[in-house]
Structures are given as structure tokens and as C-alpha cells.
């Protein structure tokens, strides 16, 4: 996995070099520069898991299932740049759950169910995914961004598993009619990227805003990417985006592979 991340990172580099000397900035500000962003993402979730039974297998949470089950959430970043140089820092927390009812004729444990066994699987999940990185602004013009950044980026991701079995199974008994499991997992991962943003149109306002990067450390891989459209106002931007991040994890662990999809919105305020 780490062959992807090297070419990210050559390619990264030779582009900068390739720049005209007039692109890259020599006339950032010394002082500080801060800008604070809320915004909420709205993601369906989906991945893989190997629970401690038999079996195991995928798992869908769409956003609908998500809005329906949502606890708690908290989504914001943090950036301060002096001159060319700065540190940004970006939080995740979602706390949801989601229950499929009236399971026929399914598989439970890797074991298939006859067709007249009905049943309930629950799954909760929390999940929390910060960044941190710091970052260098190599182009700045009034119609156009560039920063490249490398640092860190944390996964801490709690899942709990229940389901219950009912129905006409004659005289013999059922095997974990009931049942629930709780695994966890949390992963460090060394992270490179990119991002920035294209002004559109004359008067300034409208602006495409990009971002990417892939990593790796105690997962196999993670790379996260989005793109969309903002709008620029006195006191900061409001912008909506598609994000998509994804997580290949090592085999043999509870939770084999997770990824995040999904629009998001928020505002940022900057001073």
C-alpha cells in the first residue's frame, strides 16, 4: 500500500516544482490568520466487520438511517496560517445506530435461518476521526490556492452488535436466539495531501473548493477526498461539498474496512 502514497507524493512534489516562480506566494500576510469552520456531513456509512462469531459480513447505514438514529454529533475544523505557513486540524464524532426488523430466511452467524424465523439486528456505532496537519501555501492569487500539508490523522471506531430470534423452530432449541457483541478498534496513520480552490466569475464570490490525501501507518490505507461549490461574504463562506473517506484495515482485525460518503455544508468564519 504504501506504492500509491509515493507516487501521490512525487506527483505532489513535481507539480509544485513545475510551477512558474510567479505562482508560488511570496506575499502572505505576517500576521495570524485564523478561520474556524462548523458544518455537518451527512454521510451513508458502510464496511465490513468480523464480530468474535461465525460469519460476520457487511454493513450498510444509510443517511436516512442515520438521521433517523443520530445521538450525537460534532463536526468542525480549525486552521491558522502565518505567512505562508499553517496548521489545520479537523474533528468527526458520530454516535448512530440502525436496526433491520423481520429478517427472513437470512444468515446469522453464518448460519442459515429457516424461512419461518423472524428476527431483529441492531447495530450501533461511534466513530471518531480527527486530523491534524500542518500545511504550506505555495500559490496565492486572488483567483486561486494552493496549499500542500502532511501530518496525522486518528480513527477511534466502537461498534456494537445485537440481534434477537423469534419464531415456530418446533422442538429444537435455537442457539444464540439472543445475543450482542461490542468491538473496538482505533488506528494512527501518517497522512500527505493537497488542497485549495479556483475563484469563479468576476466579482469573486463563487469559488470551487478541492481537497485530498492518502495515508498509512497501523491501517493498510485511508485517503479521504472532496470538491464542491462556495460562496464568499465579508465574514467568511458558506460551501457545500461531496466527501468520501475510506479506510482499508488490516485483515484478522474486528473491523476489516469502513468508508464515509456523502454531501456536507457548513460555514466558515474567519478573523
Not at 444509510?62 to 463536526?75: A, C, E, R, S
Not at 456505532?125 to 500542518?134: I, R, T
Not at 460562496?231 to 466527501?243: I, K, L, T
Amino acid at each position: 500500500m504504501k506504492n500509491p502514497i509515493r507516487k501521490v507524493a512525487a506527483s505532489c512534489l513535481i507539480a509544485a516544482a513545475l510551477m512558474p516562480s510567479s505562482l508560488l506566494a511570496d506575499t502572505a500576510s505576517d500576521s495570524w490568520e485564523f478561520k474556524a469552520a462548523i458544518y455537518g456531513w451527512f454521510p451513508d456509512i458502510s464496511g465490513q466487520t468480523h464480530v468474535p462469531v461465525p460469519g460476520g459480513g457487511d454493513f450498510t447505514i444509510g443517511i436516512g438511517d442515520i438521521l433517523d438514529n443520530l445521538k450525537f454529533t460534532f463536526q468542525g475544523s480549525f486552521d491558522a496560517r502565518k505567512g505562508n505557513w499553517g496548521l489545520v486540524t479537523d474533528v468527526i464524532y458520530l454516535d448512530v445506530g440502525a436496526t433491520r426488523k423481520d429478517v427472513v430466511n437470512g444468515m446469522v452467524g453464518g448460519t442459515q435461518l429457516p424461512w419461518e424465523i423472524n428476527g431483529k439486528v441492531g447495530l450501533d456505532m461511534k466513530s471518531l476521526v480527527w486530523s491534524a496537519a500542518g500545511y504550506y501555501r505555495m500559490v496565492e492569487e486572488p483567483d486561486k490556492s494552493f496549499d500542500m500539508l502532511a501530518g496525522v490523522r486518528y480513527a477511534d471506531i466502537e461498534q456494537g452488535i445485537n440481534w434477537s430470534l423469534s419464531g415456530d423452530i418446533g422442538e429444537t432449541p435455537l442457539p444464540g436466539r439472543e445475543g450482542k457483541v461490542n468491538i473496538s478498534a482505533d488506528y494512527w496513520d501518517f497522512i500527505i495531501g493537497l488542497r485549495g480552490q479556483f475563484t469563479l466569475g468576476q466579482s469573486g464570490k463563487w469559488f470551487i473548493p478541492y481537497y485530498a490525501d492518502i495515508g498509512t501507518g497501523e491501517s493498510d490505507m485511508t485517503w479521504q477526498a472532496l470538491a464542491g461549490l462556495g460562496y464568499s461574504f465579508n465574514w467568511g463562506e458558506v460551501a457545500a461539498v461531496y466527501r468520501y473517506l475510506d479506510y482499508d484495515l488490516p485483515s484478522g482485525k474486528p473491523i476489516a474496512d469502513m468508508n464515509l460518503s456523502g454531501p456536507a455544508v457548513g460555514a466558515v468564519f474567519r478573523w
